[in-house]
């Protein structure tokens, strides 16, 4: 049985389409990377399949071995070295999305500190510590909004090993369609159950398709067939829940409702609900905006009493990485540049961006070689995810997981 060496098997489910699926389940796989977890993600989504793009290894292909695949090597267990300083120095993920900042009429951050980790391991020294009390208190996206020091700048870091195994790497290019019907994607689907040779992972993330369909059907049965649904089993992987994404607007809300009925129509738990693309702060002039509403998510989780495993802003910064490669930089707003008053009048511009006089930006958005997990580490969307990271350990290793009751 091919996930004979996974420990936990996390859906990533929704009914809507464009809410970013693919792209939580990337980050989640990489903060629990970050938090020493080794991970896989098996990418179902077989007429889109959009993992391999946004780990940065369309190229790669899936090897042969006696008795199936091997999936795809994103990196390797490995101890990181100490990450940027400053590279929670961001804009995005802290800013309250009212315009204000530590309770006042102002409509831009107050400086932002620079956090170094000093002690041995991967927490953050007293010092920091202190530092980061005060970032929360003046930064914090909601009331109930935490940003963990375990992942902060340290001497070093270890992290657990991420592999990936998706459709994409088995077509002859990422143009080709793949135009199929319900039997022979419930076939591809159970194949990928049953044929991929993980290695021993503790999480194993599927990233499945907007819906209720074939795909989601054959994915339960499979999975319900081969795998426990009880921590306490030694023998099987544990089938550990849902992680529901959704963004905050009602049009989105009304679909992902039906993905919870249907998580409690075949017994899957549901670990907690994600309100994606939760509000957006300008990177030039710190302005926080409520582009798709917000809240939605949050209303949504206390209807159905599943726990409400946080919000994700939108961060240019992360389309560039994910695209480009490019290690995320906030020169603007982390210098205290960007209000207008303070921009260069001047006709120079560098991608877009005018050359202010207290922004630098010789070096941003600069390409560079390395790990997309290193590089993931100086996301302002980074602390976001370490936290949803945080609960999603923590619920399933307490056995803790809801099944919905509708």
């Not at 088995?170 to 993980?198: H, I």
């Not at 649904?229 to 544990?238: A, E, I, L, R, W």
């Not at 961006?353 to 070689?369: F, P, S, V």
Request: glycine share 12%; hydrophobic share 35%.
């Amino acid at each position: 049985m091919s996930l004979d060496n996974v420990k936990n098997i996390v859906l990533v489910l929704s009914g809507k389409g464009g809410v970013g699926k693919s792209s939580i389940t990337t980050q989640l796989a990489l903060s629990l990377s970050l938090a020493g977890r080794s991970v896989g993600i098996l990418d179902i989504d077989l007429t889109g399949p959009s993992i391999p793009r946004l780990l940065g290894i369309e190229s790669a292909k899936v090897k042969q071995a006696p008795g199936g695949w091997l999936p795809v090597e994103v990196h390797p267990s490995q101890i990181l070295p100490s990450a940027p300083l400053g590279s929670f120095s961001s804009p995005f993920a802290p800013l309250p999305l009212n315009g204000s900042s530590n309770g006042t009429n102002g409509t831009t951050s107050p400086p932002l500190p620079t956090f170094q980790g000093t002690s041995n391991g991967i927490t953050a020294s007293s010092d920091s510590n202190t530092g980061l009390a005060e970032f929360q208190e003046n930064h914090a996206l909601d009331e109930t909004a935490t940003v963990s020091t375990s992942i902060l700048p340290g001497p070093t870091q270890q992290i657990g090993s991420l592999h990936a195994m998706s459709l994409a790497f088995l077509l002859t290019n990422r143009s080709s369609a793949v135009v199929w019907r319900g039997p022979k994607k419930t076939a591809m689907v159970r194949q990928f159950l049953t044929s991929v040779l993980w290695p021993p992972v503790d999480y194993l993330l599927i990233d499945t398709p907007p819906g209720t369909s074939d795909e989601h059907i054959s994915l339960v049965e499979t999975l319900f067939k081969s795998v426990s649904t009880s921590t306490g089993s030694q023998q099987q992987p544990n089938l550990a829940g849902a992680v529901i994404v959704t963004t905050p607007q009602a049009v989105a809300i009304s679909d992902v409702r039906k993905e919870i009925n249907f998580c409690s129509k075949v017994g899957v738990k549901v670990l907690g609900v994600v309100e994606n693309m939760s509000g957006y702060v300008c990177e030039c002039c710190g302005v926080g905006t409520n582009l798709f509403g917000r809240g939605g998510g949050e209303v949504m989780s206390k209807e159905f009493g599943v726990d409400f495993l946080g919000r994700v802003p939108l961060d240019g910064q992360w389309g560039l990485l994910v695209e480009e490669g490019r290690r995320p930089t906030y020169g603007a707003v982390a210098n205290g540049g960007g209000r207008e008053d303070d921009v260069d009048d001047s006709d120079d511009e560098v991608d877009g961006h005018e050359l202010g006089e207290q922004e630098d930006i010789t070096n941003r958005g600069r390409k560079e070689e390395g790990l997309l997990v290193d590089k993931y580490r100086s996301c302002s969307l980074c602390p976001v995810f370490e936290d949803i990271a945080r609960q999603v350990i923590e619920t399933i290793e307490k056995g803790a997981a809801v099944q919905v009751g509708v």
